[in-house]
């Protein structure tokens, strides 16, 4: 049997990351504005999210403009929102069926093998969803690499990684470490050994006792 402790720290570290995926989702920084050109403007700065665009005044304004059209945006961009949407709707369903297969949980305590079998389907539920993730910030990352280092790209349309995207990839992470701790609650096989044979009961002696 798994031990109750792994398996609870898996399930909590997953958690987390699911949070963090929430977390990075939402934030609007995944990629920020380059300072690598000489004739850069410090007085603001730029950054981008999934949802919006903002710009950061110095004096502490900062002005967001949520993106208007679906269907104008790139497809790295779209891809990335869908991979991190189905990877927290994963998350929550791992959460919700890993509590069953938990041990300090009530529920199917009468089956302790299909209990752990639970525990190990939420392991692998937050494994596909740590992949999720981990495929979105990643291609994310690839992408704003591959616009800063195109000579194409002007000096002044640089981006660099946001603190959303570092988010992201500790969530995933965090996932799939707690996805795997689930499925070490995997049920072990018992071994098939012959059924043992009674031994036969000794006959009641019907004699007379002789001294």
Not at 119 to 133: E, K, M, R
Not at 170 to 195: D, H, I, N, W
Request: hydrophobic fraction near 45%; aromatic fraction near 10%.
């Amino acid at each position: 049997m798994a031990n109750a402790g792994l398996q609870l720290l898996g399930f909590i570290l997953a958690f987390l990351g699911w949070i963090g995926a929430i977390v990075s989702t939402a934030m609007p920084q995944w990629k920020t504005h380059s300072y690598a050109g000489d004739n850069i403007v410090t007085a603001q700065s730029i950054y981008e999210g999934l949802w919006m665009s903002c710009v950061s005044q110095s004096t502490g304004q900062i002005q967001c403009k949520v993106f208007d059209s679906l269907l104008n945006l790139n497809s790295t961009l779209q891809a990335t929102r869908a991979l991190m949407v189905v990877g927290i709707l994963l998350g929550l369903i791992a959460i919700l069926v890993a509590t069953v297969g938990m041990k300090c949980m009530k529920c199917l305590e009468d089956d302790e093998v299909q209990k752990m079998r639970m525990a190990v389907t939420g392991g692998v539920i937050f494994l596909i969803a740590g992949l999720a993730i981990l495929v979105a910030t990643a291609w994310y990352g690839n992408r704003i690499v591959q616009e800063f280092y195109d000579p194409m790209t002007p000096v002044n349309a640089r981006y660099e990684f946001g603190s959303a995207l570092f988010i992201g990839w500790a969530a995933a992470s965090l996932c799939l470490l707690g996805g795997a701790l689930l499925c070490c609650s995997c049920p072990r096989k018992t071994t098939s050994y012959p059924t043992p044979r009674p031994y036969p009961k000794p006959a009641p002696s019907s004699g007379k006792d002789y001294v």
